[in-house]
């Protein structure tokens, strides 16, 4: 397989044939070996010695779905290994010029923006665009000067990224994102403003009839079956509803998992007053990214409106929506844009103004602080504090800029910051499986074990110790998928036996205990990497304890003994 | 009758990409070198997406400016490709109005020659395969 390393530091590149790395290897398993190789363990995430691994996975871009690249990096928000996925376009385009992982390392002198044109790197000029906050005019410039229209991604940073926000994603297609963990610092920090990759490209399949066979297959299922159901239609946000129904809808820092206006921001709302227009990331059939038109009128002259594209999904509508008190469908777009334009994580970013909103309630902080006044549902003063959060204008904000779990450090208010492993709070409080799934998950994400699905099906718990084992299974399962690069909302159409049949017509022989246990190495392996970059043992969050759930209040010592137990087995 | 690949209704179009991947695999491989067609977002997925293909011009500039003879009208509307007359020399690439011939890494061009493959993996309904009059 081919690799692309690119170093910033000295503006040159070098194309690497593996040999060595079996070819079925791709994403998560190979940006960990990746990673082993590149990178010194105890490196400062945002200097110059920091790595990261994009990859892609042996199914793209042969086959559907499998349209997710695996970004992996030292994260600066956590200072533990950073991994994130996304889609749109990212992943065919780096297929497709010829590569199976593109590797960036060293810092440019000054701010850059790199095109890969298939075997070509060019280093660009990106002193005239560094000062540009919004991600959107950006890439919009960007698109307008690069050729390679419609074989092309690019990934750049917003202000955010910029100004070193410690989760600032990296934004791709408009809509899609690198969003947690920090990887939009990690660019800025690298003077690297964008990665524009233009692909084309194409390999011969073994067994053509085969292929054209099992890709059917696929097809079918992704689009006839009810695999893929909850994303044909009202898509993410389609949670909202029931997860408020049965008390699991974070809402105002956790202190309620009902919210009072959850019927007002649920997905059917949106999908009746809002959605514009739909899209698909790069070879899905599905078109999940469901955007929204929001007209605002101009302030002061009557009869202009701006008519702005918001991409929604059940994330940032928990986050930037219940999380904040916002009830309005305008307030929750206005604010994801927000996020959107300045290239913000926007869970990070919501539990990190939820926590900043009960601090200043409880006077721990106050105006001098926040500059303005927080509170829950007022929508102007979150747009402000969040501008404040990319401009760092005093102490506050530079220090609410690294992350919940700092900012409750300095100000106080640990035991409602929400913050598992350093990673702001995914949007689902469901039970035991979720809290645990987000402490042991090794990217402390809901989408690692998936905890919070668990719990909607779990009447009793079993001991803590087999819970754990069943989110360690899942979570190994994963591994292969974000191996291969399957979009997780693809889970149910590639199962194993799927898995195993696609690999034939590519020439590769796997059994379905082979995937597994490449699953469970996969896992090992990123495990120990987290160990040498310095994991600890997670911070269990009071406010977990304090707020009913669907099953009632949680027992502390029930998420100790899982957290001890996962500890003692797999980590150690 | 000879049928031509049409859009039925471009409002609709994703951008999923779909009939790119179609197009190539047809021919066996996985990937965009061998597509006649292309998917393209119209300045940013923000004002949604479009396809790029050959419309089956009544009197084709690509085929006028051919040298050897590799592209000629087909019966009915578009063209037939001979590859192995191609000399890869692109003038059908800076031919073509809207950029509908692309040009393969092995130097040759890709290009629709309406076929219809991938009418059967455009999952919107943007597709689709036309009678036309020989």
Excluded at chain 1, 220 to 226: E, I, Q, V
Excluded at chain 1, 309 to 324: C, R
Excluded at chain 1, 404 to 426: C, K, T
Excluded at chain 1, 438 to 448: A, E, M, N, Q, T
Aim: proline fraction near 4%.
């Amino acid at each position: 397989m081919r690799i692309l390393k690119v170093n910033l530091s000295e503006y040159s590149y070098e194309i690497e044939e593996r040999d060595d790395i079996e070819e079925w290897i791709g994403g998560a398993a190979l940006a960990v070996k990746l990673m082993r190789e590149e990178i010194k363990p105890n490196v400062d995430p945002l200097s110059e010695e920091n790595v990261v691994v994009f990859a892609v996975g042996p199914f793209t871009p042969a086959y559907p779905l499998a349209s997710k690249t695996v970004a992996m990096f030292k994260s600066p928000l956590t200072g533990n290994l950073g991994e994130s996925h996304a889609g749109g376009r990212t992943a065919m385009a780096i297929a497709n010029a010829g590569y199976r992982a593109i590797v960036i390392k060293g810092k440019s002198h000054k701010p850059v923006y790199v095109v890969v044109e298939n075997d070509r790197v060019y280093f660009r000029d990106a002193r005239v665009i560094w000062g540009i906050a919004d991600s959107l005019v950006v890439a919009r410039i960007i698109a307008e000067k690069e050729k390679g229209r419609g074989i092309r991604t690019i990934m750049r940073i917003g202000g955010a990224g910029v100004k070193l926000v410690r989760y600032a994603c990296v934004t791709t297609e408009t809509y899609r994102h690198f969003g947690r963990l920090g990887l939009g610092a990690v660019f800025g920090s690298k003077n690297l403003r964008a990665l524009v990759v233009i692909g084309r490209g194409a390999f011969k399949v073994k067994d053509v009839k085969a292929y054209k066979e099992v890709y059917r297959e696929i097809y079918d299922l992704a689009l006839k079956s009810d695999a893929m159901k909850k994303y044909h239609l009202i898509g993410t946000p389609v949670n909202v509803k029931p997860l408020n129904t049965i008390k699991a809808l974070p809402t105002r820092n956790l202190t309620s998992t009902t919210f009072e206006k959850a019927d007002e921001i649920s997905g059917e709302a949106f999908a009746e007053y809002n959605l514009g227009r739909r899209i698909a990331c790069a070879h899905c059939p599905i078109a999940c990214i469901h955007v929204a038109t929001l007209r605002i009128p101009y302030e002061n002259e009557p009869y202009f409106y701006r008519t702005i594209m918001v991409s929604y999904d059940y994330e940032p509508i928990y986050s930037l929506g219940s999380m904040l008190g916002v009830g309005s469908r305008e307030g929750v777009l206005r604010l994801i844009h927000k996020v959107e334009t300045l290239g913000l994580d926007a869970m990070s970013t919501g539990v990190c103004l939820a926590w900043a909103t009960e601090a200043f309630k409880r006077g721990l902080i106050g105006e001098n602080e926040t500059i303005v006044k927080l509170e829950f549902g007022n929508v102007e003063n979150y747009l402000q504090a969040m501008e404040y959060l990319y401009q760092q204008p005093n102490d506050f904000y530079r220090v609410l800029a690294q992350g919940v779990e700092r900012a409750s450090e300095v100000y106080g208010g640990r035991e409602f910051a929400l913050a598992f492993g350093g990673n702001e709070m995914p949007g689902y409080h469901a039970g035991y499986a979720t809290h645990i799934g987000y402490l042991i998950g090794l990217r402390h994400s809901h989408l690692d074990n998936a905890g919070y699905a668990l719990d909607q099906k779990i009447k009793d718990y079993p001991p803590p110790e087999e819970l754990v084992d069943q989110l360690v299974k899942e979570e190994c399962w994963r591994q292969v998928l974000s191996s291969l690069v399957v979009c997780f909302f693809a889970r149910g159409v590639y199962k194993p036996e799927i898995v195993s049949k696609a690999f034939k017509p590519l020439g590769y022989e796997l059994s379905e205990e082979e995937l597994i246990r490449y699953g469970e190495e996969t896992y090992r392996e990123k495990l120990r990497l987290k160990v040498d970059m310095g994991f600890k043992k997670p911070r269990i969050p009071d406010r977990i304890f304090e707020t009913e759930c669907t099953h009632g209040k949680l027992e502390r010592e029930y998420v100790e003994r899982a957290l001890d137990y996962w500890w003692s087995k797999y980590v150690r | 009758m000879p049928k031509r690949l049409v859009t039925v209704d471009l409002e609709k179009c994703v951008g999923c990409g779909l009939c790119v991947l179609a197009c190539s695999r047809k021919f066996g491989y996985a990937g965009n070198d061998y597509s006649g067609i292309l998917s393209v977002s119209l300045s940013g997925f923000e004002r949604g997406a479009t396809v790029i293909f050959c419309r089956g011009c009544e009197d084709p500039p690509c085929v006028q400016v051919c040298p050897t003879g590799a592209l000629r009208k087909r019966k009915g509307e578009g063209v037939l490709y001979k590859e192995e007359l191609c000399i890869g020399c692109k003038n059908c690439v800076q031919a073509c109005t809207i950029g509908a011939i692309f040009e393969r890494r092995d130097g040759k061009i890709a290009v629709c020659i309406h076929c219809g493959y991938c009418v059967n993996f455009c999952p919107h309904g943007v597709l689709a395969l036309k009678e036309v009059k020989a």
